[in-house]
């Protein structure tokens, strides 16, 4: 018997359970196998304010790339689950109005660009080329909707009660849920895992209203391409949403308090993606700050000064787009009824189990570290094998991430500065896709790979990759971190020729100053 079959006969269940799906927004919860051949429940349901709560051993609060992988895990572990989600579709930000609806747009935005300007040094000349951006916005739709359904479907085959609305901690081991559809439904559970993600940061004088002063939600979806887009923050997400538009046709600039674009990014990559926007058509103001936004007529008046003070400057934009970062939604979810009191960034502190405080636990964007989905993914998992008595392990410094610009940036574990920040004494192999034979014959020669060790140890500390498809690459290198890999490792590793891949075998080989083809 497996530990949570243990765990649930000391409960006092007879068998294994799991929840039968319900329609979304429906009170009544389905009886699990074991229930409806006469066992008892894992727990007795309770009475609250006349009313039965349903009982669940897991409920998450959020179906975002956490909330429902939580979810699912929990359910194949044996826990009768129950996920609750207000937005009305699940996915959360990234499937819904992040991640995926921007990759979308990204690849149609390239391929676009590649059919007006990139297909005739290949011997494809291609004429009369029109931007249908109604049917590229209805593929971006229609890719969503697919991977949305997909998400119920999956919660139905592993018998997870989805529960569409508002939830919160009502007292410990209580969710009250305030339903889509109206009226409230009562949950009680052994565990609670919050799962609710984050959204998007204001910037102070430029209210949003998705048509002129727009998130990146707002990006997503304009109807018409904008002769002047300003984006404010140089952080992925808005140079993300700079290209697609920019590809389009738009005049791009990029507003960024700092004196770099995407900060906390290796600074040689920084500059060098810097320099690529550049020669793409972006203008940078660096070290600037957005002091104001004024609607017109025709769009938006901002105003503009040197981040450490000086005169300001006015320019006119048909939209903003406000891409300073996120925040992690909190707000309104009961903390202080179960005595959590979240951190002055609004985060949720946890200790090494995801635990908050006994019987509620949190992963993904409410608690510290990126804000990445994957790696809400993985604390998903880990967080619930926990909750069934396994000891799962992750390694924060093996989390990678990307940003899908082309060419792509993708990173993982310490960059140059912190390793001289924290006097660790390193290596550095480096290699240049313009000596890429694959790179050479796809017209994709920007960029480069770079890869860190430890000097005495030859332990791989972090890669760093400018180029076509860094983000697929880079997985290769994650691995490495993840298993304690050499750079003589990854160097001796056998990649197939020819590919982009070489690179990564080219910079290891680098690392002891001995590469081949450079």
Not at 82 to 93: D, F, I, S, Y
Not at 235 to 245: K, P, S
Not at 325 to 337: A, F, I, M, Q, V
Not at 450 to 478: F, P
């Amino acid at each position: 018997m497996g530990l949570a079959g243990w765990f649930r006969r000391l409960r006092g269940g007879a068998a294994a359970m799991r929840t039968t799906t319900v329609e979304p927004g429906a009170l009544a919860v389905g009886a699990s196998p074991a229930s409806a051949a006469g066992a008892p429940m894992t727990a007795p349901a309770t009475q609250r304010e006349g009313r039965m709560a349903d009982r669940f051993d897991v409920v998450v609060i959020g179906g975002g790339p956490g909330g429902y992988v939580a979810a699912i895990k929990a359910a194949q572990l044996g826990f009768k689950t129950a996920c609750v989600e207000k937005r009305g579709a699940l996915g959360g930000t990234c499937l819904n109005v992040g991640c995926i609806p921007s990759k979308a747009l990204l690849h149609s935005s390239e391929l676009y660009e590649e059919a007006t300007n990139g297909m005739a040094a290949h011997g494809v000349k291609v004429q009369g080329v029109e931007l249908d951006l109604a049917a590229m916005l209805g593929h971006k739709d229609k890719v969503v909707e697919e991977l949305t359904q997909g998400i119920e479907f999956l919660f139905k085959k592993n018998q997870v009660t989805y529960v569409k609305g508002h939830g919160r901690l009502a007292g410990a081991g209580k969710v009250q849920v305030e339903l889509a559809q109206g009226g409230t439904q009562d949950l009680e559970a052994t565990s609670v895992v919050i799962a609710t993600g984050s959204e998007v940061m204001p910037l102070p004088g430029a209210p949003i209203d998705e048509e002129r002063v727009v998130s990146s939600t707002g990006a997503l979806g304009l109807q018409e391409v904008p002769k002047r887009l300003l984006v404010v923050g140089g952080g992925y997400i808005g140079l993300e949403m700079g290209t697609v538009w920019r590809r389009l046709g738009a005049e791009v600039t990029v507003v960024e308090f700092l004196d770099r674009i995407t900060p906390g990014m290796d600074s040689e990559v920084a500059k060098q993606f810097e320099r690529v926007l550049k020669r793409q058509g972006f203008t940078f103001k660096l070290g600037t700050k957005v002091t104001g936004v004024e609607r017109t007529d025709g769009g938006c008046r901002v105003t503009t000064e040197p981040a450490g003070g000086g005169d300001p400057e006015s320019h006119d934009f048909d939209v903003v787009l406000v891409a300073i970062g996120r925040r992690p939604y909190t707000d309104d979810l009961g903390l202080e009824t179960v005595g959590v009191q979240v951190d002055n960034k609004g985060r949720i502190p946890i200790d090494d189990h995801f635990k908050a405080t006994d019987g509620v636990y949190a992963i993904g964007d409410v608690v510290e570290g990126p804000m990445l989905a994957h790696k809400a993914e993985d604390e998903a998992v880990a967080c619930v094998e926990m909750l069934a008595g396994q000891k799962p392990h992750l390694d924060y410094d093996a989390i990678p991430a990307v940003i899908y610009t082309a060419p792509e940036i993708a990173y993982v574990g310490k960059n140059e500065e912190q390793l001289k920040e924290a006097g660790v004494d390193y290596k550095v192999g480096k290699f240049p896709f313009q000596a890429n034979s694959r790179a050479k014959s796809v017209g994709r020669t920007d960029g480069f790979v770079k890869v860190l060790a430890d000097r005495e140890t030859d332990r791989v500390l972090g890669c760093h990759i400018i180029g076509e498809d860094a983000g697929t690459m880079i997985s290769e290198l994650a691995l490495a971190l993840e298993f304690g890999a050499s750079s003589e490792d990854v160097a001796r590793t056998c990649h197939p020729h020819p590919t982009l891949s070489e690179a990564v075998k080219e910079a290891a080989m680098a690392v002891t100053g001995k590469p081949i083809h450079a």
